[in-house]
């Protein structure tokens, strides 16, 4: 099985795309940002040096983000939806390291940031990140719980508003050497994000099968 990983920017879609292609299939999914967060939850040592780049919307060191990564990968038993790495050229070539001898496909989900700052704002998340709504276009059916869970919906510190136009900002200044990149070994395909979610999955199915 091809491992996947997908680019986009901050609300482009790729926690949702992972959250369908790992359903009924034995993908899993893998998030730094959804590890990371759990970091700053449980306060370890590492999540209080991180909270404060998180919640400013920074990038936390490449390193520190590598680590993370493969501490929680087994590439010899499982493939992939790899949702928020790489974020830039060092940390793709690291990623490309631990692929070596493993097939993987990488998407680009494409769409203009600017609209992205207003469905951001409507974003809520399950304290994990793994369950995602939006208020306007996918709202939870209980308003302010989780359909799955049960559990409070909230929204993340860094989907304000501020904080949304700085991750923007790094997003844009990482991204294009990084398609350059992929581009040039041939694995990058790019899909049309600002349609609708199941119109996205199918296109994104259809690329994971060949
Ligand atoms: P995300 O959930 O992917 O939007 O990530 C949320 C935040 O986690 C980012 O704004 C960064 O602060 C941090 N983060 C997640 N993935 C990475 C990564 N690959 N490299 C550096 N920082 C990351």
Redesign the pocket.
């Known amino acids: 099985m091809k491992n996947i990983i997908l680019l986009g920017a ?2 482009s879609g ?2 949702t795309q992972s959250s369908k292609l790992i359903e009924n299939s034995p993908y899993l999914h893998i ?7 759990s970091e700053i939850s449980n306060k370890t040592e590492l999540g209080l040096e ?1 909270e404060k ?2 919640s400013s ?6 390193k ?3 680590e ?2 493969k501490s929680n990968l087994d590439l010899s038993l499982n493939a992939y939806v790899f ?6 050229i060092e ?1 793709a070539k690291y990623l490309d390291k631990i692929l070596l001898g493993h097939d993987y496909i990488v998407i680009f989900l494409e769409i203009n940031t600017e609209k992205l700052v207003e469905r951001l704002k409507d974003r809520r998340v399950t304290s994990d ?1 793994k369950h995602i709504y939006n208020l306007k276009t996918k709202p939870p059916l209980k308003d302010g719980f989780c359909d799955i869970t049960g559990e409070k919906l909230l929204q ?1 510190e ?1 989907d304000k508003e501020i904080v949304v136009r700085e ?1 923007m900002k ?1 997003f844009n200044s990482n991204v294009e050497p990084l398609l350059d990149y992929y581009e040039n070994i041939n694995r990058l395909v790019r899909v049309d994000a600002s349609r609708d979610l199941n119109f996205i999955f199918d296109e994104l199915a259809s690329f994971v099968k060949d």
Request: hydrophobic content about 35%; overall charge positive.
């Open positions: 901050p609300g790729k926690g998030s730094t940002g959804n590890l990371l967060r991180i780049i998180m919307g920074g990038l936390v060191p490449d520190l983000a590598f993370v990564l949702d928020g790495y790489p974020r830039n940390q990140g993340r860094d991750r790094i």
